[in-house]
């Protein structure tokens, strides 16, 4: 999924008056990371040139950031009306339909926009996320297969394809692909947790603990819990009070 400082680098099509009114309010909003602003300069933005199908694509990428999903769609389908080869509005279309559960929708989408831009890395990972929620992991592999051929440097493939690989019960393949996806991305909590559970099954407890203290010093909140344990398992009471402490107060907070 891309953020608000990913969308910097997407480089709208300007056109006219309304690309300069467009690409002022793009750089200004998503610069301050003020999405609501955004929205109300997109809307102004829209209603002066209602055919450019850039701003109906980045309204709804500021929609789709304040979770009104439903509006974001009409946004996204707006931009595809006006410009059918937008690869990357068939993409946000499909994550949100995908976050919406409407998981074939979501799939015909990535379809699309895979189709238009065939080494859309990202896009092809997504759709392997769709194809496994619906439990068709042998194409939900080759998708993921696909967006690590087109864009190697992308964590999250190989975090997704390792995801599909655990479930298989292949779990050196699976470690492989977390252990790849942490090293692309330090600090990626998904894939060093699920590296630390394979481990942990595997009786690799100091390996497992690594993993998570690898995370926590990227995220100090995640995996408290998964330490304690593991380090009880291994008879390593080195820092476990102030942990355990830790886990009391997250659960006192809620």
Not at 85 to 98: E, F, I, T, V
Not at 129 to 142: F, H, K, S, T
Not at 164 to 169: A, E, N, S
Not at 203 to 211: H, L, M, S, V, W
């Amino acid at each position: 999924d891309e953020g608000l400082a990913q969308r910097r680098r997407r480089g709208p099509h300007h056109r006219g008056a309304a690309a300069r009114q467009h690409r002022a309010v793009l750089g200004r909003h998503l610069a301050l990371d003020r999405v609501d602003e955004a929205l109300a300069a997109f809307d102004e933005v829209a209603a002066s040139a209602p055919d450019f199908a850039d701003v109906h694509y980045n309204r709804g990428n500021a929609l789709y950031d304040l979770g009104r999903l439903g509006e974001a769609l009409s946004s996204y389908q707006r931009a595809i009306e006006l410009r059918p080869g937008h690869a990357q509005a068939w993409y946000n279309r499909g994550k949100a339909l995908a976050d919406l559960r409407r998981r074939d929708e979501a799939l015909a989408s990535y379809d699309r926009a895979v189709a238009i831009r065939p080494t859309f890395a990202e896009a092809w990972s997504n759709r392997g996320v769709a194809l496994a929620d619906m439990g068709r992991m042998d194409e939900a592999l080759a998708s993921y297969d696909r967006a690590i051929a087109e864009g190697p440097w992308y964590a999250p493939a190989y975090s997704n394809r390792g995801n599909v690989l655990k479930k298989l019960y292949r779990l050196d393949e699976a470690l492989a692909d977390y252990t790849r996806a942490s090293t692309l991305k330090p600090g990626y909590s998904d894939a060093l947790y699920a590296a630390a559970q394979i481990l942990r099954d595997s009786k690799q407890t100091d390996e497992a603990i690594a993993r998570i203290e690898t995370l926590m010093r990227y995220d100090p909140d995640y995996g408290a819990g998964a330490l304690v344990d593991l380090k009880r398992t291994a008879c390593d009471w080195n820092g476990i009070e102030a942990l355990t402490a830790q886990c009391i107060a997250e659960t006192r907070e809620g």
